[in-house]
């Protein structure tokens, strides 16, 4: 098993980060191949709450290496404020951190220019980070961006910055009728490049060369499915392929590299920001839901939105990534739910639907279709054996793998590493 790719199979906050934490165990690196700061990736153990934003997860267990692939984009400060507190916290990064020099740079600008843009979008924005995320990728799309590999050459970085900031300027000037912040970015970016220097590599180059030595390569996705800018929710989106695909372009790595995929999904469905959600629930159903399952974003403490398990999204989502084991999370939200709902699929007026809608308007007027199955009423948190799953739960489990024909690798019924449960003569077991 050469490289083995974990994938969003919702809207982002699957868990991703906990299951990452676990798997990198087994592997000798963990690589990030699309996104930015705008992802949270959560670990709690012995007591201590990690949030990882571009840093794959890999780097809290010792001696495995992490590497940021060229398909996601870098704020150098956010990347250096990381280091720093993983530092803290004990965990040194050098030697074992590699950002890819052909990664995009995000500038404070970018952020200056997604804040302004939602704000002229009104009622209909789309609830993004504010980390300047999407008009970096726009500057990537249309080849103005500035790479790692540019902040690395010196001599060069300070003309080309001020080339594009004068560009900048002038848009900003046109569409809001006031200059562009600029002082000081050019000096406080050379730091960075300077602090960066050590990391820097052609991540693409190591990870194959890995793969031919025969190292065990954990690809680590970032939000999910349904934000892909491809196949998710366009326009409520994310601005990168954020599905199996971008693993290949974003680390440099060829299809056949891949052997296998894990498609991360909770018990129930979230989502943050604006968008259709078939299975949103009733504000009140959400709120309680929100509280047991704790679904704040992790980045922006933003309140989510929460829903039931929705079959026909995750049977899309098996097809786009080609999952070939599911990972249920947060199991144990649904411990004290007497009556659990699944949408088995949608239908559009009066009409079940085969295919995923590609337009919002359709998506936001389907019919979801919904069997009722029995809440399990007992403490799956705390379990030390998936053995002792109560029989409603094991029936809820066995409902989802039959009705998407995929297995179910692994469990998870609590926010602790320890509540991890791999299940045995799994395809999943076997990548390990
Ligand atoms: P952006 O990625 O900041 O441009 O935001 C675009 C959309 O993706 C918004 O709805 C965000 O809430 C959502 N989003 C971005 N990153 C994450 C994530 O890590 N988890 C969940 N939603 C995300």
């Known amino acids: 098993m050469a490289a083995v790719l974990i994938v969003g199979a919702q809207w982002g906050d699957e868990g991703k980060g906990k299951v990452v934490d676990y798997l990198a165990q087994s592997f000798d690196v963990v690589a990030r191949y699309s996104g930015g700061h705008n992802a949270g990736h959560t670990v709690i153990f012995n007591g201590h709450r990690f949030i990882l934003q571009l840093i794959p997860c890999g780097i809290l267990r010792p001696g495995k290496l992490a590497v940021i692939g060229a398909g996601v984009v870098v704020d150098p400060a956010a990347l250096v404020a990381e280091m720093d507190a993983l530092s803290k916290a004990g965990y040194d990064a050098t030697g074992r951190l590699f950002l890819s020099n052909r990664a995009h740079l995000i500038f404070p600008y970018h952020r200056q220019m997604e804040i302004a843009a939602e704000a002229a979008r009104g009622a209909s924005k789309i609830g993004t980070t504010s980390r300047g995320i999407g008009p970096t990728y726009e500057d990537k799309m249309s080849r103005r961006g500035l790479r790692v590999c540019d902040l690395m050459n010196t001599a060069c970085f300070r003309e080309k910055l001020g080339r594009l900031a004068a560009e900048k300027d002038a848009i900003c000037r046109a569409a809001f009728g006031k200059?562009?912040?600029?002082?000081?970015?050019?000096?406080?970016?050379?730091?960075?490049?300077?602090?960066?220097?050590?990391?820097?590599?052609?991540?693409?180059?190591?990870?194959?060369?890995?793969?031919?030595?025969?190292?065990?390569?954990?690809?680590?996705?970032?939000?999910?499915?349904?934000?892909?800018?491809?196949?998710?929710?366009?326009?409520f989106v994310t601005s990168s392929n954020s599905t199996a695909g971008g693993a290949c372009t974003g680390l440099g790595l060829p299809p056949h590299s891949i052997t296998g995929v894990a498609g991360i999904t909770k018990a129930y469905t979230t989502r943050v920001g604006g968008g259709p959600f078939p299975t949103e629930m009733p504000d009140l159903e959400a709120r309680d839901l929100r509280e047991r399952g704790k679904e704040f974003g992790a980045v922006t403490g933003r309140p989510r939105r929460c829903g039931w398990l929705d079959l026909a999204m995750l049977r899309y989502a098996v097809q786009i990534n080609g999952i070939d084991s599911l990972v249920v999370t947060k199991l144990d939200v649904f411990d004290a739910q007497r009556e659990i709902q699944v949408c088995t699929g949608y239908r559009y007026k009066g009409t079940p639907l085969t295919e995923m809608p590609p337009d919002v308007e359709t998506l936001e007027n389907v019919t979801p279709e919904y069997r009722t199955l029995p809440g399990w009423m007992a403490p799956t948190s705390g379990l030390k054996d998936p053995g002792a799953l109560p029989g409603a739960a094991r029936d809820y489990l066995k409902f989802i793998s039959d009705a998407l024909g995929v297995e179910i690798g692994m469990i998870s019924t609590g926010p602790e590493r320890e509540a991890t449960f791999l299940l045995p003569g799994t395809k999943l077991a076997s990548w390990l």
């Open 179 to 235: 200059p562009l912040e600029i002082s000081g970015i050019v000096e406080q970016y050379e730091k960075y490049g300077e602090r960066l220097r050590p990391f820097v590599a052609d991540t693409s180059a190591l990870l194959n060369r890995m793969i031919a030595e025969g190292k065990r390569v954990l690809l680590e996705g970032a939000q999910g499915t349904m934000l892909d800018i491809d196949h998710g929710t366009y326009p």
